[in-house]
């Protein structure tokens, strides 16, 4: 293949990644709950001149290691405190994945047809591309992981670049580590151990490299979990290794995903528009297991079991936690993209693109249906959506017309199938932002330096509002209790506790649930007057006078 062609390929990748991971990542504020957890605790570390002990709530926080917060304080104080600067290294590491992805296909397939639908597939998927815009640990992990088994099968099949593979391996296998703990070391570990059970190579683990590798893998990830341990001690033990690890495995977080079939849902709908390509491609790698399948192929189905093994039995459950899995379905599927494409009769392919289409049809039908039934929640005008639902069925009209001659050009449409959704919400975000941030509902509480005081907040709103306005926080949750990892903050469970801390001060401002502001609602008229200053989405801001 020559060189000017991988060049016009990479170039290709280059600018897809920035269409679907740097673009308007300025247009939505930073959202709730996640993306300003890290954000908030970012700027804690910030204002403390902090760079080892993550902070949340004037606090240490002990939930994730520190390397996603050197990132994140990298950019931002370059930058500044802002949405773009905060998405910036997430959309670089999507970035990077898809790259990893192509040199990994060259290298295993050695096929650049199957390297660059491999890529293509895995950066214009639904979640991959939702992951690399938002501000989360795993993105950066799963990216790491890309990048030590990548190192370690260009060791295992090119022995000039043995040591280097090796040593690379080891590093990235550290700074996952470092990035959301010790599962970034057993992921690469358990994958590299189970394929070369599969090749009958397992003496490849004992080469003398290997130890030093290791050795290089604890230099990167030892330091930091030692400072905190000798910090810190039992108080970041039992937080990090027991409640964040642990008991993830055996508690769910999030008891509606806690379901056998939530991680193969979370796959088939996060891969989209390529779920059915995925599918096919899997039930290929089926059928091969019966005539044997290539080195690569095991390995990529190692990668897969492993993953899937170490996920799906743990009771906490979310989609990006499987993460992990992606750029191993995407190496698949795009070997089976372009096997079906080569193939004498490629029916298969057609009925796919075909499925593909019509189920894009229907959804843009769709989206004009149901608008009309959704008016109460949308401030946009219509032609917002019937563009939306314009550009959805165009792409699967333009998919069908090319059946029949240009089937590689069909996927092309497909792969930017993802954007037509994105358009819609950058031109939506008006309707979109009050139920995803809670930055135009922090705008109504005070905020200024001089004007301290504690707000009340639902659970999922502490974050943000502490992240937005600066103010000390407390959280409304009747019945409740802490988060799943504790935050250092008042948690009021109960009427008495709610109306001890509102005669505390004379004047609350609360940002709350509809549920919350029913209670507060419910709260002696004689004692309190409660005042609603606005409904914003799922907001309702309020003040609370002790009368």
């Avoid at 939702?130 to 030590?148: E, P, Q, S």
């Avoid at 296998?173 to 358990?190: D, H, M, R």
């Avoid at 988060?483 to 008495?496: A, C, K, Q, V, W």
């Amino acid at each position: 293949m020559p060189d000017r062609f991988i060049v016009k390929r990479l170039l290709t990748l280059l600018f897809l990644c920035y269409l679907f991971f740097f673009l308007g990542n300025s247009l939505v504020p930073l959202t709730d709950p996640d993306e300003v957890f890290y954000s908030l605790t970012t700027k804690e570390m910030a204002a403390r001149n902090e760079w080892f002990v993550p902070y949340i709530f004037n606090q240490p926080q002990f939930e994730k290691p520190i390397f996603t917060y050197w990132l994140l304080r990298v950019a931002t104080d370059l930058g500044g405190m802002t949405p773009e600067s905060a998405r910036f290294f997430p959309a670089v590491f999507a970035s990077l994945g898809v790259l990893a992805v192509y040199a990994l296909g060259l290298l295993g397939f050695r096929n650049e047809r199957k390297a660059f639908w491999s890529a293509m597939v895995l950066g214009t998927g639904g979640l991959y591309i939702g992951m690399g815009k938002t501000v989360f640990t795993d993105m950066v992990f799963t990216v790491f992981i890309l990048y030590a088994l990548l190192s370690f099968y260009l060791a295992y099949s090119s022995p000039k670049q043995k040591v280097m593979g090796i040593l690379g391996f080891y590093i990235f296998s550290g700074l996952a580590v470092l990035t959301k703990g010790p599962l970034g070391f057993t992921v690469c570990g358990l994958t590299v151990v189970l394929f070369l059970l599969y090749q009958k190579q397992i003496q490849f683990i004992f080469d003398k490299w290997m130890f030093f590798g290791f050795l290089l893998c604890l230099w990167i990830a030892l330091p930091w979990y030692l400072f905190m341990v000798d910090t810190y001690g039992q108080a970041f033990v039992h937080e990090f290794f027991y409640n964040d690890h642990w008991r993830r495995l055996v508690e769910a977080e999030h008891r509606g995903n806690d379901r056998w079939y939530f991680y193969p849902l979370t796959i088939l709908m996060g891969v989209f528009p390529w779920s059915l390509f995925v599918g096919a491609g899997l039930w290929a790698l089926y059928k091969k297991l019966k005539t044997g399948l290539l080195g690569f192929e095991y390995f990529l189905l190692s990668w897969l079991l492993v993953v899937l093994i170490v996920f799906v039995p743990a009771h906490s459950k979310l989609a990006s936690y499987i993460l992990p899995v992606f750029p191993a379905l995407a190496l698949l599927t795009g070997s089976f993209i372009v096997e079906a494409l080569n193939s004498t009769q490629p029916r298969l392919m057609r009925n796919l693109i075909a499925i593909t289409a019509a189920a894009l049809l229907c959804l843009g039908v769709g989206v004009l249906i149901a608008y009309p039934f959704y008016t109460k929640y949308l401030s946009s005008n219509m032609p917002v959506y019937f563009c939306s639902a314009a550009l959805i069925a165009m792409a699967a009209l333009m998919c069908s017309a090319l059946l029949r001659q240009r089937l590689s050009w069909a996927l092309g449409v497909l792969s930017m199938v993802v954007m037509a959704f994105l358009l819609t919400a950058f031109m939506a975000k008006s309707d979109v932002l009050p139920y995803v941030s809670s930055f135009e509902a922090a705008q109504y509480v005070p905020h200024a330096p001089g004007q301290k005081t504690t707000l009340l907040a639902s659970k999922p709103y502490a974050r943000g509002i502490r992240y937005y306005t600066g103010q000390e926080i407390a959280v409304l949750d009747i019945n409740g209790r802490n988060y799943f990892s504790p935050h250092p903050i008042p948690i009021l469970n109960t009427t008495e506790q709610l109306v001890q801390f509102l005669k505390a001060q004379k004047k609350t401002y609360a940002v709350l649930k509809k549920g919350g502001y029913k209670h507060v609602r419910e709260l002696p008229a004689n004692k309190f007057k409660v005042s609603l200053l606005k409904v914003i989405g799922y907001n309702y801001v309020l003040t609370i006078e002790s009368i």
